[in-house]
């Protein structure tokens, strides 16, 4: 057994019915990584069920895609037809996973639900990922490859074009959900990538509405608008970029007042908070309780990579409206952190946490 496997069960011999947030404080550590160690110590029969199985309150679901992200940055113009020469770099992604690590990050307790293939892509997701996040649902399928994403970027760090593989994401269903319900019903916030099924979805919007638990929807791609429920009622926040709700609405955004009824339309179709992005136009938001409003965008010097600030953007954004702040300052948070994660070559930048995240707002704002 690893060094930590054995702290861990040690601790248990004395006190077995600590929780899991008592064993990391304890043992410093931190509570998804306390989460995962446990999980394979059950799942090895050396622990079996105690109170610290039960289901967590107050996490944040985070449900979608957990892939592994290939970049291939060319050198020069690209060609098509022939061969171009690039640098390449690997990291994990998948926007539910992205969220979740920005998140765990953050401070928060999280968990994700996906479904991956028994590879050694899951492998390499799983040791960066566990110790932001409860990795304990994730569900491993047999005859499925982990997810994959590859994208051709150019000189400036903008996306070209992508390839996904994303077949396995079909697995995603309700029976899975189902067999998560009693962690999803204790959740204070779930939230869904458009990886998932639309039955899926709608499954999810029915619990959070029947369990008063907010519901955020995060759009993956213009094509998988069509996953979003008819019904929007009960869905707290959706994030998404021009051309998904162009998709959605059937109209097009050509100018402000175009981009504020876009915004207000999904508000009268009974979503409580909607945030329309536009790149480096900025982005309008639009809520029950508020008027519609633009927000322009944090002037960025040098972009490094776009892979993972849209993430970032909702990340920072959820997180500052669950401490309780008003919705331009929670866009303000998710703009900063989308704004410093352009500027980083990683997908969800290492440096990230709650005191990191306040400080360059503290400065940004002084």
Same mark, same amino acid.
């Given at each position: 057994?690893?060094?930590?496997?054995? %702290?861990?069960?040690?601790?248990?011999? !004395?006190?077995?019915?600590?929780?899991?947030?008592? *064993?990391?404080?304890?043992?410093?550590?931190?509570?998804?990584?306390?989460?995962?160690?446990?999980?394979?110590?059950?799942?090895?029969?050396?622990?079996?069920?105690?109170?610290?199985?039960?289901?967590?309150?107050?996490? +944040?679901?985070?449900?979608?895609?957990?892939?592994?992200?290939?970049?291939?940055?060319?050198?020069?113009?690209?060609?098509?037809?022939?061969?171009?020469?690039?640098?390449?770099?690997?990291?994990?992604?998948?926007?539910?996973?992205?969220?979740?690590?920005?998140?765990?990050?953050?401070?928060?307790? &999280?968990?994700?639900?996906?479904?991956?293939?028994?590879?050694?892509?899951?492998?390499?997701?799983?040791k960066a990922s566990s110790n932001w996040m409860n990795l304990f649902s994730v569900?491993?399928?047999?005859?499925?490859?982990?997810?994959?994403?590859?994208?051709?970027?150019?000189?400036?760090?903008?996306?070209?074009?992508?390839?996904?593989?994303?077949?396995?994401?079909?697995?995603?269903?309700?029976?899975?959900?189902?067999?998560?319900?009693?962690?999803?019903?204790?959740?204070?916030?779930? +939230?869904?990538?458009?990886?998932?099924?639309?039955? &899926?979805?709608?499954?999810? %919007?029915?619990?959070?509405?029947?369990?008063?638990?907010?519901?955020?929807?995060?759009?993956?791609?213009?094509? !998988?608008?069509?996953?979003?429920?008819?019904?929007?009622?009960?869905?707290?926040?959706?994030?998404?970029?021009?051309?998904?709700?162009?998709?959605?609405?059937?109209?097009? *955004?050509?100018?402000?007042?175009?981009?504020?009824?876009?915004?207000?339309?999904?508000?009268?179709?009974?979503?409580?908070? &909607?945030? *329309?992005?536009?790149?480096?136009?900025?982005?309008?938001?639009?809520?029950?309780?508020?008027?519609?409003?633009?927000?322009?965008?944090?002037?960025?010097?040098? &972009?490094?990579?776009?892979?993972?600030?849209?993430?970032?953007?909702?990340?920072?954004?959820?997180h500052a409206w669950l401490e309780g702040n008003d919705l331009k300052s929670a866009?303000?948070?998710?703009?900063?952190?989308?704004?410093?994660?352009?500027?980083s070559a990683e997908t969800v930048r290492t440096e990230l946490s709650k005191i990191?995240?306040?400080?360059?707002?503290?400065?940004?704002?002084?």
């Amino acid at each position: 057994m690893q060094p930590k496997e054995i %702290q861990i069960l040690q601790y248990l011999r !004395k006190n077995p019915y600590a929780s899991q947030l008592e *064993i990391a404080d304890t043992l410093n550590m931190s509570r998804p990584a306390v989460a995962n160690i446990i999980s394979q110590l059950i799942r090895n029969g050396q622990i079996t069920g105690r109170a610290y199985i039960l289901p967590e309150k107050n996490e +944040i679901i985070c449900i979608g895609g957990a892939n592994l992200d290939r970049k291939y940055s060319v050198k020069n113009q690209l060609q098509m037809g022939t061969s171009n020469p690039t640098t390449s770099s690997q990291s994990v992604g998948g926007v539910a996973r992205n969220i979740a690590e920005n998140l765990g990050r953050l401070g928060h307790s &999280v968990r994700l639900l996906s479904v991956v293939g028994n590879d050694i892509e899951y492998q390499i997701i799983e040791k960066a990922s566990s110790n932001w996040m409860n990795l304990f649902s994730v569900e491993k399928l047999a005859n499925y490859s982990t997810g994959t994403y590859s994208a051709v970027l150019d000189r400036q760090g903008e996306m070209l074009f992508a390839l996904a593989n994303m077949e396995i994401y079909d697995q995603l269903s309700v029976e899975y959900m189902k067999k998560q319900e009693s962690h999803l019903s204790n959740a204070q916030l779930l +939230i869904v990538d458009m990886n998932c099924p639309k039955e &899926v979805i709608e499954y999810l %919007q029915t619990l959070a509405m029947g369990k008063n638990i907010s519901l955020a929807i995060i759009p993956v791609s213009s094509p !998988k608008m069509e996953r979003m429920p008819d019904n929007l009622h009960g869905i707290e926040w959706i994030i998404l970029n021009r051309d998904e709700a162009e998709a959605y609405l059937h109209m097009k *955004i050509i100018d402000e007042s175009s981009w504020k009824k876009a915004a207000q339309t999904f508000v009268q179709k009974g979503v409580n908070h &909607v945030v *329309i992005t536009n790149g480096s136009q900025g982005v309008m938001y639009s809520s029950e309780s508020s008027n519609s409003a633009y927000v322009s965008a944090m002037h960025v010097d040098h &972009v490094v990579d776009v892979t993972g600030a849209g993430d970032a953007f909702v990340s920072g954004t959820l997180h500052a409206w669950l401490e309780g702040n008003d919705l331009k300052s929670a866009i303000n948070a998710g703009m900063l952190n989308a704004s410093k994660t352009l500027q980083s070559a990683e997908t969800v930048r290492t440096e990230l946490s709650k005191i990191t995240l306040n400080n360059e707002l503290e400065e940004y704002l002084s």
